[in-house]
């Protein structure tokens, strides 16, 4: 976890940290700049939207799970941005969010034939289709290129290629995936982006996050389950037995909780972190 005394190196792209700075107001200056640049939308009709931190997605069937953006931009109650941080490849994981955004059609058209519009975009730190692109759009046409939905489009940022200064790409989104490019100290973001009060206005949002230790617990679970992932891929190791062994887990906490079992001893036996089992403690209780 986050200390005062022990600068530590902050990872802006976990899924934690990324949905709680993203949507605060503090950071709404440069995300609806970064988000107009991408879709060409109005800055100011992005400034003035409604932002939402992991809002849930209604589920289709009842074997499904309950999915959770990580933001969601209500601009008018028929036109929404989903955004999602993908930091690291999994399977499926363009399919999945592809399928949330289009259920959410679903769920907010009404019977007065106004369809929602919804835009997802998904901010990728790997390189799965290996492009040259900085940025690549996704519409649902034939091979003739005529287009069967209008009212949906995905955007995939390939940060990457965004850093990169041998590519073409807006200043927003370049200064934006330079950001967020790798772990820094908030000392360090701060000596970077001195003067610049937009962006040091978010690092302020930053900072105070890493200090409220319910957060940095969240955060920290999050970073171990991603450094597990990656030392998956590393070993050789499915990353679904890895991801089928920390579901198990959490089941296992859950049917202890029902039980009434102290959060120590459910953590001491299935070997989450207390702060994971606290999470799903109040999770139940809701």
């Given at each position: 976890?986050?200390?005062?005394?022990?600068?530590k190196t902050?990872?802006?792209?976990?899924?934690?940290?990324?949905?709680?700075?993203?949507?605060?107001?503090?950071?709404?200056?440069?995300?609806?700049?970064?988000?107009?640049?991408?879709?060409?939308?109005?800055?100011?009709?992005?400034?003035?939207?409604?932002?939402?931190?992991?809002?849930?997605?209604?589920?289709?069937?009842?074997?499904?799970?309950?999915?959770?953006?990580?933001?969601?931009?209500?601009?008018?109650?028929?036109m929404q941005?989903?955004?999602?941080?993908?930091?690291?490849?999994?399977?499926?994981?363009?399919?999945?969010?592809?399928?949330?955004?289009?259920?959410?059609?679903?769920?907010?058209?009404?019977?007065?034939?106004?369809?929602?519009?919804?835009?997802?975009?998904?901010?990728?730190?790997?390189?799965?289709?290996?492009?040259?692109?900085?940025?690549?759009?996704?519409?649902?046409?034939?091979?003739?290129?005529?287009?069967?939905?209008?009212?949906?489009?995905?955007?995939?940022?390939?940060?990457?290629?965004?850093?990169?200064?041998?590519?073409?790409?807006?200043?927003?989104?370049?200064?934006?995936?330079?950001?967020?490019?790798?772990?820094?100290?908030?000392?360090?973001?701060?000596?970077?982006?001195?003067?610049?009060?937009?962006?040091?206005?978010?690092?302020?949002?930053?900072?105070?996050?890493?200090?409220?230790?319910?957060?940095?617990?969240?955060?920290?679970?999050?970073?171990?389950?991603?450094?597990?992932?990656?030392?998956?891929?590393?070993?050789?190791?499915?990353?679904?037995?890895?991801?089928?062994?920390?579901?198990?887990?959490i089941s296992?906490?859950?049917?202890?909780?029902?039980?009434?079992?102290?959060?120590?001893?459910?953590?001491?036996?299935?070997?989450?972190?207390?702060?994971?089992?606290?999470?799903?403690?109040?999770?139940?209780?809701?």
């Amino acid at each position: 976890m986050f200390t005062q005394e022990e600068p530590k190196t902050i990872n802006l792209k976990n899924d934690w940290m990324f949905k709680a700075f993203m949507t605060k107001p503090q950071s709404r200056s440069m995300v609806a700049g970064l988000i107009s640049e991408i879709t060409g939308i109005d800055r100011n009709l992005l400034y003035h939207a409604t932002y939402i931190g992991g809002e849930e997605i209604a589920k289709r069937q009842e074997i499904q799970k309950k999915q959770s953006t990580d933001m969601t931009i209500k601009i008018t109650d028929h036109m929404q941005i989903i955004v999602e941080m993908n930091q690291a490849y999994q399977k499926h994981v363009f399919e999945k969010n592809s399928l949330y955004a289009m259920s959410r059609i679903v769920e907010t058209t009404t019977s007065k034939k106004e369809y929602t519009s919804i835009i997802l975009i998904n901010f990728d730190n790997f390189n799965q289709y290996e492009t040259s692109d900085p940025i690549l759009i996704f519409q649902i046409q034939d091979k003739k290129g005529h287009i069967e939905v209008n009212n949906y489009i995905s955007y995939h940022v390939i940060l990457e290629n965004c850093s990169d200064k041998n590519y073409n790409v807006g200043k927003e989104i370049k200064k934006f995936a330079n950001f967020i490019k790798e772990k820094r100290t908030i000392k360090q973001l701060e000596e970077k982006y001195e003067g610049d009060e937009e962006y040091m206005s978010v690092i302020r949002t930053v900072e105070e996050l890493s200090k409220d230790p319910e957060f940095a617990g969240y955060y920290d679970i999050e970073e171990k389950h991603r450094q597990q992932l990656e030392d998956a891929k590393e070993t050789g190791v499915d990353e679904g037995i890895i991801q089928g062994e920390n579901n198990k887990a959490i089941s296992t906490a859950k049917r202890m909780l029902e039980k009434g079992m102290s959060i120590e001893d459910i953590a001491d036996c299935t070997e989450l972190s207390t702060e994971q089992v606290e999470k799903l403690k109040k999770e139940q209780t809701k």
